[in-house]
Structure formats: structure tokens, C-alpha cells
């Protein structure tokens, strides 16, 4: 039986989804805790994989605003985007409406977080609400 290959481009897209789930799991939950530095090279290894996936993952994860990227001088220094105090405000209601409507915190957790923006986060949470109350 002979193996078809893939090609490269298609192994490296699907290595660098892989990466950025990961490493935005780890930002999400807090395992990356905010302003926390992230060098591609230990990225990799905790990750075992190469580097190439993880500057990929690296630029989606800045794009969506999980992380900065801070220039010093001639090096880009990538950093887990800062909590702002708004952002924990709306954390904080997020929470407490799921709580009131008897949600629970694994709820929440699994929910809320999987979005990239809190916009994202809302809408859902609206149309979860009318589809319960209708």
C-alpha cells in the first residue's frame, strides 16, 4: 500500500494551527500570563516543533490581539497582550450574567473564551439568551 504524501505547504499550515490553538490556550487559560515574553525558540521546544509553525502562529496570535509585539531596537520582542482594566470589567459582567442565569464557571470558561473578541463574545451570548428565552 503506498502512502500518499502531502504536500509541504499543507503539513506546515495544519503544524501552525496546531501551534496557535496551543498557544492561545495557554494565553487564554493563563498559563502565558499577560506582558509574559514568548521567544520563538522556547515556544518551539516546549511545543516540539520547529519555528517556522510558531512565527506563524506568533502573527495570527498579534493580528487578533492576543499578543504585542514590542520593537527594541532591531529585535521584535512578542509579549502577551496586556489585561486592561476594561477588558477585566467586561470579564467580570460576562461572568456575572452567566452566573445569573445559572450558568457555571466551567460554562463560562468553555464559552467566553473561545472568541477572539469580546464583540464575538457578546453576540453569542445574545442570540444564547433569545434562543433560551424563546
Known amino acids: 500500500m503506498t502512502r ?3 504536500p509541504s ?3 506546515d499550515a495544519d503544524r501552525s494551527s496546531q501551534v496557535y490553538a496551543k498557544l492561545r490556550d ?3 487559560r493563563g498559563r502565558l500570563a499577560p506582558g509574559a515574553r514568548i521567544t520563538e525558540t522556547d515556544a518551539a521546544g516546549r511545543l516540539g516543533v ?3 509553525p510558531v512565527r506563524a502562529a506568533l502573527q495570527q496570535l498579534a493580528q487578533e490581539g492576543y499578543i504585542v509585539v514590542a ?3 532591531l529585535r521584535r520582542r512578542p509579549v502577551v497582550a496586556p489585561l486592561t482594566r476594561e477588558d477585566a470589567t467586561e470579564l467580570l459582567h460576562i461572568g456575572q450574567a452567566v452566573l ?3 450558568g457555571s464557571i466551567d460554562y463560562f470558561v468553555q464559552t467566553v473564551f473561545n472568541y477572539p473578541t469580546l464583540a464575538e463574545c457578546y453576540k453569542t451570548a445574545a442570540f444564547d439568551g433569545i434562543n433560551r428565552l424563546g
Open 50 to 52: 520547529s519555528r517556522t
Open 71 to 73: 520593537n527594541a531596537g
Open 4 to 6: 500518499r504524501r502531502r
Open 100 to 102: 445569573a442565569f445559572g
Open 9 to 11: 505547504g499543507a503539513h
Open 26 to 28: 495557554l494565553i487564554v
